[in-house]
Protein backbone atom coordinates (compact mmCIF):
# COMPACT_ATOMS: atom_id res chain seq x y z
CA UNK A 1 0.00 0.00 0.00
CA UNK A 2 1.66 3.41 -0.77
CA UNK A 3 2.30 5.79 1.56
CA UNK A 4 -0.65 8.18 0.03
CA UNK A 5 -3.10 5.24 0.48
CA UNK A 6 -2.75 4.37 4.04
CA UNK A 7 -2.83 8.07 4.66
CA UNK A 8 -6.33 8.47 3.37
CA UNK A 9 -7.75 4.66 4.02
CA UNK A 10 -7.42 5.23 8.04
CA UNK A 11 -9.26 8.41 8.97
CA UNK A 12 -9.60 9.70 12.70
CA UNK A 13 -12.59 8.14 14.02
CA UNK A 14 -16.13 9.46 13.24
CA UNK A 15 -17.51 12.44 14.70
CA UNK A 16 -21.11 11.34 16.13
CA UNK A 17 -24.02 13.80 16.86
CA UNK A 18 -27.48 14.22 17.50
CA UNK A 19 -30.82 15.68 15.60
CA UNK A 20 -33.20 15.86 18.23
CA UNK A 21 -34.29 13.18 20.00
CA UNK A 22 -34.79 10.71 16.88
CA UNK A 23 -31.87 11.25 14.48
CA UNK A 24 -27.77 10.26 15.24
CA UNK A 25 -25.63 11.83 13.01
CA UNK A 26 -22.30 9.74 12.01
CA UNK A 27 -19.78 12.26 9.81
CA UNK A 28 -16.41 10.04 9.04
CA UNK A 29 -14.94 12.77 7.06
CA UNK A 30 -15.69 16.37 5.90
CA UNK A 31 -15.03 15.96 2.63
CA UNK A 32 -16.02 13.11 -0.09
CA UNK A 33 -13.02 10.60 -0.41
CA UNK A 34 -13.35 7.27 -1.03
CA UNK A 35 -12.29 6.00 2.40
CA UNK A 36 -14.99 7.63 4.47
CA UNK A 37 -17.78 6.53 1.91
CA UNK A 38 -16.50 3.34 2.02
CA UNK A 39 -17.36 3.62 5.79
CA UNK A 40 -20.67 5.33 5.33
CA UNK A 41 -21.52 2.51 2.76
CA UNK A 42 -20.55 -0.53 4.73
CA UNK A 43 -21.65 0.76 8.53
CA UNK A 44 -25.34 1.60 6.72
CA UNK A 45 -25.49 -2.20 5.41
CA UNK A 46 -24.08 -3.49 8.57
CA UNK A 47 -26.99 -1.46 10.72
CA UNK A 48 -29.51 -2.75 8.12
CA UNK A 49 -28.50 -6.47 8.46
CA UNK A 50 -28.77 -5.71 12.61
CA UNK A 51 -32.47 -5.24 11.83
CA UNK A 52 -32.71 -3.22 15.00
CA UNK A 53 -36.18 -2.57 16.42
CA UNK A 54 -36.69 1.16 16.79
CA UNK A 55 -34.63 1.89 13.71
CA UNK A 56 -36.52 3.61 11.57
CA UNK A 57 -34.09 4.62 8.31
CA UNK A 58 -30.44 4.24 7.69
CA UNK A 59 -29.49 7.28 4.62
CA UNK A 60 -25.56 7.22 3.84
CA UNK A 61 -24.84 9.84 2.21
CA UNK A 62 -21.17 10.97 0.80
CA UNK A 63 -19.04 10.84 3.60
CA UNK A 64 -21.64 10.71 6.38
CA UNK A 65 -24.30 8.70 7.61
CA UNK A 66 -27.78 9.87 8.98
CA UNK A 67 -29.98 7.01 11.17
CA UNK A 68 -33.44 8.47 12.16
CA UNK A 69 -35.07 6.17 14.95
CA UNK A 70 -37.84 5.87 17.76
CA UNK A 71 -36.40 6.68 21.04
CA UNK A 72 -39.49 4.56 22.84
CA UNK A 73 -38.31 1.80 21.71
CA UNK A 74 -34.33 2.05 20.89
CA UNK A 75 -32.48 4.26 23.52
CA UNK A 76 -29.76 6.46 21.91
CA UNK A 77 -26.71 5.58 23.69
CA UNK A 78 -27.57 2.12 22.99
CA UNK A 79 -27.41 2.76 18.85
CA UNK A 80 -24.78 5.01 19.23
CA UNK A 81 -22.82 2.13 21.02
CA UNK A 82 -24.21 -0.54 17.96
CA UNK A 83 -22.64 1.74 15.19
CA UNK A 84 -19.69 2.58 16.89
CA UNK A 85 -19.07 -1.53 16.84
CA UNK A 86 -20.00 -1.44 13.37
CA UNK A 87 -17.42 1.23 12.57
CA UNK A 88 -14.69 -0.54 14.24
CA UNK A 89 -15.20 -3.49 12.22
CA UNK A 90 -14.80 -1.76 9.08
CA UNK A 91 -12.21 -0.31 10.22
CA UNK A 92 -10.22 -3.04 11.42
CA UNK A 93 -11.24 -5.36 8.23
CA UNK A 94 -8.77 -7.49 7.03
CA UNK A 95 -10.19 -6.12 3.57
CA UNK A 96 -12.25 -2.86 2.51
CA UNK A 97 -14.17 -4.31 -0.17
CA UNK A 98 -17.95 -4.05 -0.99
CA UNK A 99 -19.59 -6.48 -2.92
CA UNK A 100 -21.36 -4.15 -5.82
CA UNK A 101 -21.99 -3.80 -10.44
CA UNK A 102 -20.81 -1.78 -12.72
CA UNK A 103 -23.67 -0.49 -14.80
CA UNK A 104 -23.23 0.87 -18.62
CA UNK A 105 -24.97 4.08 -18.75
CA UNK A 106 -25.33 5.02 -22.56
CA UNK A 107 -25.18 9.34 -23.04
CA UNK A 108 -25.98 11.44 -26.07
CA UNK A 109 -23.65 14.09 -25.42
CA UNK A 110 -24.32 17.53 -26.80
CA UNK A 111 -27.94 16.38 -27.58
CA UNK A 112 -30.66 19.44 -28.26
CA UNK A 113 -32.74 19.33 -25.11
CA UNK A 114 -30.21 19.75 -22.98
CA UNK A 115 -28.97 22.36 -25.56
CA UNK A 116 -32.00 24.23 -25.88
CA UNK A 117 -32.02 24.51 -21.95
CA UNK A 118 -29.00 25.69 -21.97
CA UNK A 119 -29.40 28.64 -24.10
CA UNK A 120 -32.46 29.99 -21.95
CA UNK A 121 -30.42 30.22 -19.10
CA UNK A 122 -27.16 32.51 -19.39
CA UNK A 123 -27.58 35.95 -18.57
CA UNK A 124 -28.31 36.32 -14.78
CA UNK A 125 -27.56 32.04 -14.02
CA UNK A 126 -23.94 31.34 -15.87
CA UNK A 127 -20.41 31.97 -14.86
CA UNK A 128 -19.79 32.57 -19.10
CA UNK A 129 -22.83 33.23 -20.78
CA UNK A 130 -21.38 33.77 -23.79
CA UNK A 131 -20.67 29.60 -24.41
CA UNK A 132 -22.10 26.09 -23.81
CA UNK A 133 -22.39 25.03 -20.54
CA UNK A 134 -19.55 21.95 -21.75
CA UNK A 135 -17.33 25.07 -23.35
CA UNK A 136 -17.09 26.37 -20.13
CA UNK A 137 -16.11 23.13 -17.89
CA UNK A 138 -13.44 22.69 -20.45
CA UNK A 139 -12.03 25.52 -20.09
CA UNK A 140 -12.15 25.30 -15.81
CA UNK A 141 -10.55 22.35 -16.54
CA UNK A 142 -7.40 23.57 -18.56
CA UNK A 143 -8.76 21.17 -21.55
CA UNK A 144 -8.62 21.99 -25.28
CA UNK A 145 -11.96 21.70 -25.81
CA UNK A 146 -15.63 20.31 -25.16
CA UNK A 147 -14.83 17.24 -26.99
CA UNK A 148 -11.77 16.66 -24.79
CA UNK A 149 -13.88 17.02 -21.23
CA UNK A 150 -16.21 14.66 -23.08
CA UNK A 151 -13.45 12.13 -23.73
CA UNK A 152 -12.36 12.55 -20.13
CA UNK A 153 -15.71 12.12 -18.54
CA UNK A 154 -16.64 9.00 -19.92
CA UNK A 155 -13.38 6.76 -20.31
CA UNK A 156 -13.40 6.15 -16.39
CA UNK A 157 -15.98 4.67 -14.09
CA UNK A 158 -17.21 6.75 -11.45
CA UNK A 159 -18.85 5.79 -8.16
CA UNK A 160 -22.42 5.97 -7.06
CA UNK A 161 -21.34 7.73 -3.08
CA UNK A 162 -25.35 8.65 -2.72
CA UNK A 163 -28.63 8.59 -4.37
CA UNK A 164 -30.64 11.35 -3.24
CA UNK A 165 -32.24 15.16 -3.59
CA UNK A 166 -35.09 13.95 -5.76
CA UNK A 167 -36.14 10.28 -6.00
CA UNK A 168 -33.38 8.06 -7.56
CA UNK A 169 -30.87 10.78 -8.47
CA UNK A 170 -26.89 9.43 -8.24
CA UNK A 171 -24.32 11.75 -6.88
CA UNK A 172 -20.86 10.11 -8.62
CA UNK A 173 -17.11 10.20 -7.78
CA UNK A 174 -14.97 9.71 -10.42
CA UNK A 175 -12.45 6.75 -9.82
CA UNK A 176 -8.95 8.87 -10.55
CA UNK A 177 -6.71 10.31 -8.81
CA UNK A 178 -8.06 13.80 -7.12
CA UNK A 179 -5.61 15.68 -9.50
CA UNK A 180 -7.44 14.64 -12.54
CA UNK A 181 -10.91 14.55 -11.15
CA UNK A 182 -13.00 16.87 -13.25
CA UNK A 183 -14.38 19.52 -11.31
CA UNK A 184 -17.29 22.55 -12.33
CA UNK A 185 -18.58 24.78 -10.30
CA UNK A 186 -22.62 24.89 -10.41
CA UNK A 187 -24.90 27.58 -11.98
CA UNK A 188 -24.65 31.06 -10.05
CA UNK A 189 -28.20 30.40 -9.81
CA UNK A 190 -30.32 27.38 -10.22
CA UNK A 191 -32.13 26.82 -12.85
CA UNK A 192 -35.94 26.56 -12.82
CA UNK A 193 -35.69 23.74 -15.74
CA UNK A 194 -33.69 20.96 -16.17
CA UNK A 195 -34.92 18.21 -18.94
CA UNK A 196 -35.49 14.80 -17.14
CA UNK A 197 -32.23 12.37 -17.72
CA UNK A 198 -30.00 15.06 -17.94
CA UNK A 199 -26.10 14.34 -17.24
CA UNK A 200 -25.19 17.37 -15.01
CA UNK A 201 -22.46 18.18 -13.16
CA UNK A 202 -21.34 20.72 -9.82
CA UNK A 203 -18.20 20.40 -7.82
CA UNK A 204 -16.16 17.07 -8.03
CA UNK A 205 -20.13 15.00 -8.61
CA UNK A 206 -21.52 13.83 -11.78
CA UNK A 207 -25.23 13.13 -11.42
CA UNK A 208 -28.51 12.05 -13.66
CA UNK A 209 -31.37 13.91 -13.24
CA UNK A 210 -34.23 11.77 -12.70
CA UNK A 211 -36.98 13.72 -13.32
CA UNK A 212 -37.17 17.17 -14.70
CA UNK A 213 -37.26 19.58 -12.41
CA UNK A 214 -35.03 22.53 -11.18
CA UNK A 215 -31.48 22.53 -11.13
CA UNK A 216 -28.00 23.96 -11.05
CA UNK A 217 -25.72 21.37 -12.50
CA UNK A 218 -24.24 22.03 -15.45
CA UNK A 219 -25.32 19.96 -18.45
CA UNK A 220 -23.66 17.98 -20.79
CA UNK A 221 -26.13 15.41 -22.24
CA UNK A 222 -29.02 12.85 -21.91
CA UNK A 223 -29.24 9.35 -20.34
CA UNK A 224 -30.85 7.56 -23.18
CA UNK A 225 -32.55 5.28 -20.58
CA UNK A 226 -34.85 5.62 -17.27
CA UNK A 227 -33.52 5.58 -14.00
CA UNK A 228 -36.31 6.05 -12.06
CA UNK A 229 -39.15 3.80 -12.65
CA UNK A 230 -42.16 4.74 -10.50
CA UNK A 231 -44.32 1.80 -12.36
CA UNK A 232 -41.66 -0.89 -12.58
CA UNK A 233 -42.56 -1.35 -15.85
CA UNK A 234 -38.74 -2.72 -16.83
CA UNK A 235 -36.59 -5.41 -15.82
CA UNK A 236 -34.44 -3.55 -14.29
CA UNK A 237 -36.79 -2.31 -11.93
CA UNK A 238 -38.54 -5.18 -11.11
CA UNK A 239 -37.30 -5.72 -7.27
CA UNK A 240 -37.28 -1.34 -7.17
CA UNK A 241 -38.37 1.53 -8.45
CA UNK A 242 -34.73 3.14 -8.13
CA UNK A 243 -32.07 2.04 -10.36
CA UNK A 244 -28.85 2.79 -8.51
CA UNK A 245 -27.47 2.45 -4.94
CA UNK A 246 -24.83 3.32 -2.91
CA UNK A 247 -21.38 1.45 -4.08
CA UNK A 248 -22.46 0.88 -7.83
CA UNK A 249 -20.23 1.52 -9.89
CA UNK A 250 -20.71 3.67 -13.29
CA UNK A 251 -19.59 3.95 -16.87
CA UNK A 252 -20.82 6.57 -19.05
CA UNK A 253 -21.02 5.16 -22.98
CA UNK A 254 -21.19 7.91 -25.47
CA UNK A 255 -24.02 7.58 -28.01
CA UNK A 256 -24.72 9.21 -31.61
CA UNK A 257 -28.62 9.90 -31.96
CA UNK A 258 -29.51 6.86 -33.87
CA UNK A 259 -28.30 4.83 -31.04
CA UNK A 260 -30.52 6.85 -28.28
CA UNK A 261 -33.68 6.78 -30.48
CA UNK A 262 -33.27 2.54 -30.78
CA UNK A 263 -32.60 2.49 -27.05
CA UNK A 264 -35.53 4.80 -26.53
CA UNK A 265 -37.57 2.67 -28.77
CA UNK A 266 -36.46 -0.75 -26.67
CA UNK A 267 -37.56 1.50 -23.35
CA UNK A 268 -41.39 1.95 -25.25
CA UNK A 269 -41.09 -1.73 -25.87
CA UNK A 270 -40.69 -2.41 -22.49
CA UNK A 271 -37.54 -4.89 -23.56
CA UNK A 272 -34.11 -2.59 -22.50
CA UNK A 273 -32.55 -3.93 -19.96
CA UNK A 274 -28.95 -2.01 -18.55
CA UNK A 275 -25.37 -4.16 -19.38
CA UNK A 276 -23.62 -4.46 -15.84
CA UNK A 277 -21.83 -6.58 -14.17
CA UNK A 278 -21.18 -8.41 -10.21
CA UNK A 279 -17.73 -6.82 -9.37
CA UNK A 280 -15.81 -6.60 -5.87
CA UNK A 281 -14.91 -2.74 -5.23
CA UNK A 282 -11.26 -2.65 -3.54
CA UNK A 283 -11.21 0.70 -1.92
CA UNK A 284 -6.79 -0.39 -1.15
CA UNK A 285 -6.58 -1.54 -5.05
CA UNK A 286 -8.55 1.52 -5.78
CA UNK A 287 -6.11 4.13 -4.15
CA UNK A 288 -3.00 2.33 -4.82
CA UNK A 289 -3.37 2.26 -8.68
CA UNK A 290 -6.42 3.78 -9.70
CA UNK A 291 -5.47 3.19 -13.65
CA UNK A 292 -4.89 -0.19 -13.47
CA UNK A 293 -7.90 -1.25 -11.43
CA UNK A 294 -10.00 0.70 -13.49
CA UNK A 295 -8.89 -1.74 -15.93
CA UNK A 296 -9.99 -4.56 -14.20
CA UNK A 297 -13.75 -2.88 -13.29
CA UNK A 298 -13.97 -2.10 -17.51
CA UNK A 299 -12.99 -5.68 -18.27
CA UNK A 300 -15.57 -7.02 -15.92
CA UNK A 301 -18.35 -4.64 -17.75
CA UNK A 302 -17.17 -5.42 -21.64
CA UNK A 303 -17.31 -9.47 -20.71
CA UNK A 304 -21.04 -8.84 -19.41
CA UNK A 305 -24.10 -9.41 -21.55
CA UNK A 306 -26.46 -6.94 -22.30
Known amino acids: MTEQSTEILYLPNARYTWGGDEFLFVEFDEAMNLTANY????????????DLPGVVDVCPANASLLVRF??????????????????????????HTVETR????????QDPYTAEVVQRFREGYHQDPSGTDLDYAAKVNGLEDAAEFIRRHHESPWLVSMVGFVAGLPFMY????????????????????????????????ACIYSVRGAGGYQMFGV???????????????EDFLILFRPGDIVKFRPVDEAEYRAVQEQVEAGTWRYKQ???????????????????TLLEALDGAEN
Open 102 to 109: IVEVPVWY
Open 174 to 205: QLVPRARQLEVPKYLSPRTDTPPLTVGHGGCF
Open 277 to 295: APVTFDVEAALADPATYNR
Open 223 to 237: AAAPIYDPGQELPDF
Open 39 to 50: LATTVAHGLEQL
Open 70 to 95: DPDVLGGEELRRRVQELEAQARTATQ
